[in-house]
């Protein structure tokens, strides 16, 4: 595991917590933030011995959106070290190549993540979030899509995002209006899925749940979940699933549940 500058890896078990570490600043986003998150969950994805993730911010916030010195006044500048959000890419600024990583992939191809929204969420603070599996915000967190008052457009694919959680119309006001809401307004728009006093401890319990389950099974889910949430073919629909089902029934995991299932024993997927 690499060392980091702006985010915390803390593996609880099975559970590794990622935590945005810019406390002074809100844990504002930066290319550099963005290339330590992305190794951070590829090597987890690659560690055998995790199976979820948390991602949650130090201090009082959460992710108070894109820095603006580091990133829209750069941008303004013709900076091209200052990544641009829209395309979740890693980067470096020395001689090194930059590494394109599509983040929004990532987090659909990703093992389970659950987001612990402590504090503010604001800009790309909430887009980076909203293609999670699943969203935990304390009571008094704030959250915007407030990029038509920086003069900017949302991304991260945040305008499929919102229609799908929380309809064309609340959908329609978040993005347009770019106003702030509250956890418990945020729960009741469909913008997050649970609101909790300790969203951490609450989002490793989810979490866990997840990763108690058979890993090419959950990976399974997730891909049809991804590819199949807006489609309008069912017949293609239920071919993605005939597939993925033939392809689990061929996996230890399947082996191991029927096994455990017959020896009245929980299974050992891990």
């Known amino acids: 595991m690499s060392e980091y500058t702006q985010i915390t ?19 504002a986003w930066t290319p550099t933030m963005n290339a330590e ?12 011995a995790i199976g979820a993730f948390v991602v949650t911010g130090a201090g009082r916030g959460f992710c108070a959106g894109a820095d603006v010195s580091e990133v829209f006044k750069a941008q303004i500048e013709g900076d091209d070290a200052a990544d641009d959000t829209a395309s979740g890419s890693d980067s470096t600024t020395d001689d090194t190549p930059r590494r394109r990583v599509d983040w929004v992939s990532l987090m659909r ?11 503010a969420s604001i800009g790309v603070g909430l887009t980076l979030v909203l293609s999670m599996d699943f969203l935990v915000a304390h009571p008094a967190a704030k ?13 991260l694919a945040s305008s499929h995002f919102l229609v799908q959680r929380c309809g064309w119309g609340n959908a329609s006001d978040l993005a347009l209006s770019g106003r702030t809401v509250l956890g418990d307004e945020a729960l009741a728009l469909g913008l997050v899925d649970e609101v909790a006093d300790d969203v951490v401890e609450g989002a490793i319990r989810r979490a866990k749940s997840y990763a108690e389950n058979a890993p090419a099974s959950v990976q399974f889910a997730k891909q049809l979940l991804t590819e199949n949430g807006t489609e309008p073919d069912l017949a293609l629909v239920q071919r993605r699933e005939l597939t993925a089902l033939d392809q689990a029934y061929q996996t230890p995991e399947h082996h191991e549940a029927v096994a455990a299932f017959m020896e009245r024993r929980a299974p050992k997927f891990r």
């Open 37 to 48: 998150l992305i190794d951070a969950f590829q090597d987890g994805n690659a560690d055998p």
């Open 9 to 27: 890896v803390d593996d609880r078990d099975e559970i590794r917590v990622i935590t945005l570490n810019r406390p002074d600043k809100l844990n």
């Open 143 to 155: 959250l915007s899509a407030r990029f038509v008052k920086m003069g900017v457009v949302p991304e």
């Open 109 to 119: 191809s990703s093992k389970p993540v659950v987001a612990a929204i402590n504090g």
